[in-house]
């Protein structure tokens, strides 16, 4: 194009030259224009006319050569469309295709939890092997993974994609690399195999098993030593399965689809966001992996893993049950609570040291290890069986207001509360008060080191012998007499003893030095401050013998009107003989009963004993309701399912045929419970009162059939949403409706005789808390199993700051097919409120990022956060989503506009941060 352009220009040129030379020469001659001879202009026009033909000449060659170059952009531009046509119809065919693959539900879900990502194609590519290096980044986005080691790999450098992922797993001891003439080597290019792949998968999940299990895979022999114990862990948990003809393939390359089934089975539920998870039953693992997670009500059965991505931040377990172990390698000096919670064992292996570990109200743990430094709290009324203080650790905090049954040091010493503790000592805790535990347990005493007298080697006396030392609760002992009571003479004297009895088949005794004396003058006996003895009163202790202690009031009480109270007697270690030197020893509940100041009436009579006679009236029973209370079979199971008149199921012991029993609550206030049974054939309840041991004995007809009803738990209810959400007109109306489905595993339906509509018009339903102003909540019934929830109406009030929750109370009368002693069931439903897009927008609080610009937007098949940054560069600033801190993508070579991949297209929360700076902003 220049050079035809450059032609043109000169053709041109050259006309108006020799036109201008024409007229300079007219001008300059004095005579007129005719003066000037024929030939001369004959000559001069025929050269204008050569100049013109030459430059129509180039003009005409220039248009051809242009039509030409057009034609072929538009002909590239047809292909270029067409190519993209093409790509975009095999994208579209490989997603279609991919949804009938066996793996694809399973590797969606995990993309929208962003363990995975999708290729640019749209495409999950679940038959595509997988190498160690992606393997171990997906374990590490499971787990969180935080620390990492130092590079001691040959072949990885700061330079490659994987080397955070390679460091972290290092640091985890999930990847341990391969020795090569004498160099490590990650190998991160390599497929992985399939023995290599459940090697790192048992060492991120801290599996363990039986080791004399043997495998019996026809291949067993190609399995490597160190792969062979892993496999088989993963085998008994069903995590992994070999193939139909007996063998397992362990040199097998590892597809996508296969590595993310034995994760996803052996992680099992993955919560990695924020918020209250409740009502549930778990049957396998769960992974918490953020902060700010709150367990209710639900039962884990496998393992529970608080990884390292929960930071410095906080967790909290209530009512719930834990059947495996529990993993905290997360979580601050805040931290992480128990609260009426029961565990198999603990493990606090938080690398740093920096949490504290808390359990209150009635949480029961068998065992736990403490792997690292840590702090721990011990609320009344919680328990530990056992708490082992591991060889690593170096100091801990521990404040013990509970029980703590067996303590342990492994290591050589210890710091616990700035003392030093040696591994042979003998302590128990109260508060934070280490005490030393009285006598030795792996020593006898003098009298036993001496050798038997006389001659011969006929065995000495069995009490030179030291006798095993036993565990011992407030359980352990029965208070005889009930409680102390006013005499007849209502001055204030206490007219009765009481008798608190060791019972039969424990070998602890009252300690044999115990002289008969007041509270405050024998050592080991106190009352706490809480529950004082009425002024004027002393509590005289006196030792009948090994098994019983009289307590007797002397005095008389300064006030005795009806100011009835409890008093706690506590009995320390060295009360007692042949308790174990870990426990600091138990209490008991003593009443005390005044009458109001009469005319001198008769003392109260002690309230019979109930006995265990058969089932007969309710008025005898004060604690159980008799009418109610029966053995039932749900779900298969068979419970016996107990109504208590007073108090709840925190306030007592429960024991079947005289064997402690474990109950499970069945509605949220703990007024009824159900004990599991093995057998229809029991005969007894025993309900015992756990402040003053009091007993109740209820007899169950044994040749009666169990009742085969349903109940209706609070985790077989379920909502599709969690809350309703705003429109997007932001005029207050919901654009979602919930439905809430009843499980299939029980009889329970809704009820067909319930007229449905408008919340307060149905009877048996209702909100505790208010609906918005402006708003109804209509139930419709769809079938016996769904229910379906509308929110109707405009909200008056409808900003950010009036989203709450609704707590919906749906009553018996709303259920059919349900156990007589069924109260109902209530359900949190949160609404969500937007601020208006004129709020969003021009309030001017937005000094970082361009709130019209900001988006999330789908570009080639994945959704993206699509930022706009008003103020510096991406570099200037780390980026959150809902939480958790993100890589960026820049879009352009500034990098004031960068991309987020996002898991999910919903509303979510972007968090950028510089310094002390944040800015807030929500995600639609």
């Not at 998968?201 to 599996?207: C, E, G, Q, S, T």
């Not at 040199?251 to 590595?259: P, T």
């Not at 492994?410 to 040696?422: A, C, H, P, S, W």
Request: hydrophobic share 35%; aromatic share 6%; charged share 30%.
């Amino acid at each position: 194009m220049e050079c035809y352009m450059k032609k043109t220009v000169s053709h041109i040129l050259t006309a108006l030259l020799i036109l201008i030379s024409m007229t300079s020469t007219s001008f300059a001659n004095t005579s007129s224009v005719d003066s000037i001879s024929s030939a001369s202009k004959k000559d001069t026009v025929k050269e204008v006319a050569k100049e013109v033909t030459k430059l129509e000449k180039t003009i005409n060659e220039v248009t051809v050569e242009e039509k030409k170059k057009e034609t072929a952009k538009v002909v590239a531009v047809e292909k270029i469309e067409e190519k993209k046509v093409g790509e975009k119809q095999v994208n579209t065919q490989n997603e279609i295709k991919e949804k009938d693959h066996w793996a694809y539900a399973m590797m969606s879900e995990l993309k929208s939890k962003r363990i995975i990502s999708g290729y640019s194609d749209g495409t999950l590519k679940p038959d595509k092997s997988v190498t160690r290096a992606e393997f171990i980044t997906m374990i590490g986005e499971i787990l969180r993974l935080q620390e990492k080691s130092e590079n001691v790999f040959e072949d990885i450098d700061s330079s490659n994609w994987y080397v955070e992922a390679i460091l972290k797993g290092k640091e985890a001891g999930i990847m341990n690399g391969y020795e090569v003439e004498g160099e490590l080597l990650a190998k991160p290019n390599a497929y992985i195999t399939r023995e290599e792949a459940s090697t790192m998968v048992v060492n991120a999940f801290k599996l363990i098993g039986d080791n004399d299990t043997k495998l019996s895979f026809e291949d067993s022999k190609e399995i490597a030593p160190y792969a062979q114990e892993n496999i088989n862990i993963l085998l008994a948990n069903k995590y992994v399965s070999g193939y139909e003809d007996n063998t397992f393939k362990p040199k097998k390359l590892l597809s996508r689809a296969e590595g993310m089934t034995i994760l996803k089975n052996t992680m099992g539920e993955l919560y990695n966001t924020k918020g209250t998870y409740k009502d549930n039953v778990i049957p396998s693992n769960l992974v918490i992996n953020t902060e700010g997670v709150i367990l209710e009500n639900t039962t884990v059965k496998g393992n529970l893993y608080l990884t390292e991505g929960i930071g410095d931040g906080e967790v909290e377990i209530n009512n719930s049950q834990i059947t495996g172990k529990v993993y905290i390698e997360g979580g601050g000096l805040n931290s992480i609570y128990f609260s009426n919670s029961s565990v198999g064992e603990v493990v606090v292996a938080k690398k740093d040291g920096k949490v504290r570990v808390v359990l209150k109200d009635n949480t029961k743990v068998e065992t736990i290890k403490m792997e690292n430094n840590a702090k721990m709290e011990v609320s009344k009324n919680s328990n530990i069986k056992k708490l082992e203080v591991g060889k690593k650790v170096k100091e801990i905090q521990i404040k013990n207001e509970g029980k703590i049954d067996d303590f342990k040091v492994q290591g050589k010493e210890v710091k616990i509360n700035d003392k030093k503790v040696t591994k042979e000592q003998k302590i128990y805790i109260r508060g934070n008060e280490i005490k030393k535990s009285e006598g030795k347990t792996d020593a006898t005493s003098s009298a036993s080191k001496k050798k038997p007298s006389g001659g011969g080697g006929g065995g000495g006396s069995s009490s030179n012998q030291t006798q095993p030392k036993e565990d011992f609760t407030e359980n352990d002992m029965t208070l005889i007499g009930g409680a102390f009571k006013e005499s007849s003479e209502n001055d204030g004297s206490v007219g009765n003893t009481l008798k608190l009895v060791i019972k039969d088949g424990k070998d602890v005794k009252f300690a044999s030095n115990i002289k008969t004396g007041t509270i405050d003058t024998i050592t080991g006996a106190s009352v706490v401050k809480d529950t004082p003895i009425p002024q004027g009163l002393k509590l005289e202790i006196k030792r009948i013998n090994d098994k019983t202690l009289e307590l007797k009031m002397i005095g008389k009480a300064n006030n005795h009107g009806e100011s009835s109270k409890t008093i706690k007697f506590i009995l320390e270690n060295n009360m007692f003989e042949g308790i174990k030197d870990s426990i600091a020893g138990t209490f008991a509940m003593l009443p005390i009963e005044f009458h109001n100041k009469t005319d001198g009436s008769e003392e109260t009579p002690e309230t019979p004993d109930p006995g265990t006679g058969d089932k007969e009236t309710d008025d005898k029973y004060k604690i159980i309701d008799a009418s109610k209370t029966d053995i039932m079979e749900i779900h298969n199971v068979l419970y016996a399912v107990v109504v208590l008149k007073k108090g709840n199921v925190d306030d007592y012991e429960f024991y079947l045929d005289g064997n402690l029993g474990d109950p499970l609550k069945v509605n949220t206030e703990g007024t009824i419970l159900k004990l599991e049974l093995n057998t229809k054939e029991v005969e007894n309840l025993k309900v015992v009162n756990k402040s003053d041991n009091s007993e109740e004995v209820f007899s169950f007809i044994n040749n009666s059939e169990p009742k085969i009803n349903d109940n209706l738990l609070g985790n077989q209810l379920i909502m599709d949403e969690l809350e309703f959400i705003e429109a997007s007109t932001n005029d207050g109306s919901i654009k979602n409706t919930i439905n809430l489905a009843i499980a299939n595993d029980t009889k329970a339906i809704f009820s067909t005789k319930s007229n449905y509509g408008e919340i307060d018009t149905i009877s048996g339903a209702s909100a505790l808390k208010d609906v918005p102003a402006g708003l109804k909540l209509k139930l419709n019934r769809i079938d016996d199993k769904n229910l379906n929830l509308e929110m109707i109406g405009n909200a008056l009030s409808h900003g950010e700051e009036n989203s709450k929750e609704i707590k919906l109370i749906l009553l018996p009368e709303l259920f059919e097919n349900v156990i007589d002693s069924f109260e109902g069931l209530e359900k949190h439903i949160g609404i969500k409120f937007y601020n208006t897009t004129e709020e969003i927008i021009e309030d001017g609080k937005y000094k970082i990022i361009d709130p019209n610009k900001t988006k999330i937007m789908e570009i080639q098949n994945v959704m993206y956060a699509v930022v706009v940054i008003k103020e510096g560069t991406a570099e200037n600033y780390k980026f959150y989503i809902n939480g958790n801190e993100e890589s960026i993508k820049k879009v352009n070579t500034e990098g004031t506009v960068v991309k987020i991949e996002l898991g999910h297209t919903g509303e979510q929360e972007l968090k950028v941060v510089k310094d002390e700076t944040k800015e807030i902003f929500t995600l639609k």
